[in-house]
């Protein structure tokens, strides 16, 4: 169904000139739903009222990517940073696409390596694919003779912004820079439009 069909649907019958009283169109849903139930990098589980008042920056990764996953946790550590005293207001999160390696104690390893203050986050194969369903997040196992264990998991690489209690707020592309994530997030904290 389309946006234009949707909102069709939504439309009163008549005008509120034709003496019908007019109905409020309804709300569209957010794009996305922000639920998960999940594991810690302590073994602990948690799901996105977990982090109390503090906003919800969520990356979708796994510990043995080469490439993309370093880059865009360093850039958004350096987002965080440049927030200043806003950064407390946050908690990143790394939620793994690769349950089968990434264990509790394998992401505690792989944050660790990281800036920002990331918690990893793992589950069984179902919990991960509902966290994955609930962010519109692709990933799939890729056969790969020369990566560790004999596969690699393209993923969506798109960081997602959560208000407290995890109400979608915006996403980030990876084509955004470290400054323009950050100014994103504080006009975001600060109640201002994305």
């Known amino acids: 169904m389309s946006f234009l069909s949707t909102f069709a649907d939504a439309a009163p019958a008549s005008c509120c000139c034709g003496g019908a009283a007019a109905a409020a169109?309804?709300?569209?849903?957010a794009p996305i739903d922000g639920a998960f139930s999940l594991v810690?990098?302590?073994g602990t589980p948690v799901d996105q009222r977990s982090y109390g008042d503090r906003h919800l920056l969520v990356f979708f990764g796994f510990s043995h990517c080469a490439v993309v996953c370093p880059r865009e946790l360093a850039k958004l550590g350096a987002a965080l940073r440049a927030l200043g005293p806003l950064a407390a207001r946050v908690q990143p999160l790394y939620v793994s696409v690769d349950p089968a390696r990434d264990t509790p104690a394998v992401l505690r390893a792989c944050v660790a390596r990281h800036p920002g203050g990331?918690?990893?986050l793992t589950g069984s194969e179902a919990q991960v694919e509902a966290a994955k369903k609930s962010f519109r997040v692709f990933a799939r196992r890729v056969p790969d003779a020369a990566a560790p264990g004999g596969y690699v998991v393209p993923h969506t690489a798109l960081a997602y912004f959560m208000a407290p209690g995890g109400r979608y707020l915006a996403h980030f592309a990876e084509s955004l820079d470290a400054p323009a994530v950050a100014a994103r997030m504080t006009g975001l904290m600060q109640g201002d439009t994305p």
Do not use: L, R, S
């Open 118 to 120: 990331f918690v990893g």
């Open 40 to 42: 810690d990098h302590f």
């Open 25 to 29: 169109p309804a709300p569209m849903p």
